[in-house]
DNA sequence: CGCTTTTGACCTGCGC
DNA sequence: GCGCAGGTCAAAAGCG
């Protein structure tokens, strides 16, 4: 209750924020979101039923985000369109093997283009999207979980810091790439920019950052109306809160993300999440809620969990998208290495729990306080599908397409579990190993080590 | 020996 | 057309 009561403050202080609760209670929504892809061979599949999962949504007035391989920004086009124009390259297989011919296709549609619909060409899907996300490393480069090979370096004009070039070689067509760069105002910032999205099953390490830049691009895709207007090619329109509307239909609805900017100067459309602690307003409206020291960046989607569970929680406020940690982390963390674990002191969620226990550095949590964190968490939908989307994150392959309810019931399942005075389920195991610190992680890929016996002791 | 990194050359897009 | 800058290629070198 006093979380909602500091969103709803939230919701009256800035005129665009997510929709409040009352319009909730008007409107049941949810918003589902698929985080992660699991299973490269359902793409086409999953693409094929988006459709039909959407259509038995309408009666719920649902929301379905559809993230990585369901993403449905071709959905934005007109039918012709989409058959005319090639697939996503980057939720193709196909259409990945040849970066060439990808460049060749794309430069088709451009010249095809001419005299076009603008707003069709920017929310073409061959068009990638690019997240920047600019993490306080003091390492190389920052362990996102994947696998990657360095193939170029450059020195950029107006940084004196090599930007380096990676490309993804977990599978040999996948066609992500990212640059690595320091930030020439401070160079502990390092900033990293995906580009694409993986054609192949991630780890739940991996899937966790995956997932969080693939949605972003989506929404930046999706929401490509927003980039228009006044501050449109060769700006870039720094949001203090920035209001992605996610279309549905004719239903939209806005998703406040704040530290977040969208670049158009470049040919891609970049959105940069903004991880570093740098933001003081947003410092201060955590500090509102709970202690955060300010190493750890205020911000959004977090993927961190209990201290007694490896089950990752997901807190999904007005306040932030995704939070993640930066200290370090094993170089041989390879993709299998992960614990769902965070600071204690990172989130909302459990900056409520500090709260309620008044005992921060707690290792286990009283049956009771999780009951009334999971019912804290339960009176808000959006909560609940945020902590279903990260159920699907990780659980992924078990859902079918209607993954939303196969989730909401491992959700429901979830609080019985609770009620029961049962902790979260507990799921996978995670390698312990962590050694040759070399690269920083997210926040949510700390602690493997040593506490991961513990965790699966309950 | 296989994989990764380095690094100069090359390609491409864009502005003048 | 030219130059610049970003991005990529690929041979050579490094590494375990």
């Known amino acids: ?22 319009d909730q209670t008007e409107e049941p929504e949810l918003i589902a979101l698929s985080l992660g892809r699991t299973s490269s061979g359902k793409i086409r599949d999953e693409r094929n039923k988006v459709p039909t999962v959407e259509k038995s949504d309408e009666g719920n007035e649902g929301l379905a985000l559809g993230l990585d391989c369901k993403l449905d920004v071709p959905k934005m086009l007109s039918q012709a369109e989409t058959t ?17 011919e990808e460049k060749r296709k794309n430069k088709a549609m451009n010249n095809a283009g001419d005299g076009g619909d603008d707003e069709v ?8 999207a690019r997240v920047s996300v600019r993490v306080r490393c003091d390492t190389p480069t920052m362990n996102d979980g994947c696998q990657w090979r360095k193939y170029g370096q450059k020195i950029a004009k107006g940084n004196p810091c090599p930007r380096a070039y990676y490309r993804c070689t977990v599978a040999s067509s996948c066609p992500v790439r990212k640059q690595v760069q320091r930030c020439v105002e401070d160079t502990s910032i390092l900033i990293t920019t995906y580009e694409g999205t993986h054609n192949h099953p991630l780890s739940v390490s991996a899937t966790a950052m995956a997932s969080t830049t693939s949605a972003a691009a989506s929404m930046l895709l999706s929401g490509s109306s927003m980039s228009g207007g006044p501050s449109s090619s060769s700006t870039t329109s720094n ?12 239903r939209s609805r806005p998703f406040y993300l704040p530290n977040s900017s969208i670049s158009s100067s470049s040919s891609y459309p970049t959105i940069t999440l903004d991880l570093t602690a740098s933001s003081s307003s947003s410092s201060s409206q955590l500090s509102r809620l709970g202690n955060f020291p300010p190493r750890y960046p205020p911000t959004n989607l977090n993927f961190s969990s209990l201290q007694s569970s ?14 993640y940690g930066t ?10 290495s992960l614990s769902f674990q965070a600071n204690p002191n990172e989130t909302l969620y459990q900056s409520y729990l500090q709260k309620i226990t008044m005992n921060p550095n707690q290792q286990t949590l009283a049956p009771d306080t999780i009951a009334a964190a999971t019912k804290a968490i339960t009176l808000d939908p959006s909560f609940q599908s945020a902590l279903a989307a990260a159920l699907s994150s990780i659980i992924g392959s078990g859902g079918t397409n209607n ?5 909401q019931n491992v959700v429901e399942k979830s609080k019985k579990s609770v009620k029961s005075s049962d902790p979260f389920p507990t799921l996978s195991s995670f390698p312990s190993s962590t050694t040759n610190v070399k690269k920083c992680s997210p926040g949510f890929l700390e602690k493997s080590s040593s506490s991961s016996s513990s965790q699966l002791g309950g």
Not at 6 to 21: C, L
Not at 122 to 127: H, L
Not at 310 to 323: D, K, M
């Open 84 to 100: 005319s124009l090639n697939p996503s390259p980057e939720n193709s297989l196909e259409e990945v093997k040849e970066e060439g």
């Open 239 to 250: 949001l203090n809160g920035l209001n992605f509307y996610l279309s549905e239909n004719s």
């Open 121 to 128: 060409l920017q929310q073409s899907p061959a068009k990638r």
């Open 327 to 336: 200290q370090p982390c094993s170089k041989n963390q390879s993709t299998t």
């Open 310 to 323: 490896v089950l990752p929680i997901v807190s999904w406020s007005n306040n932030a998208i995704l939070s």
């Open 403 to 407: 993954s939303t309810t196969g989730v």
């Open 1 to 22: 209750m006093q979380y909602r009561d500091v969103i709803a403050q939230e919701a009256k202080r800035s005129p665009t924020t997510v929709p409040t609760h009352q």
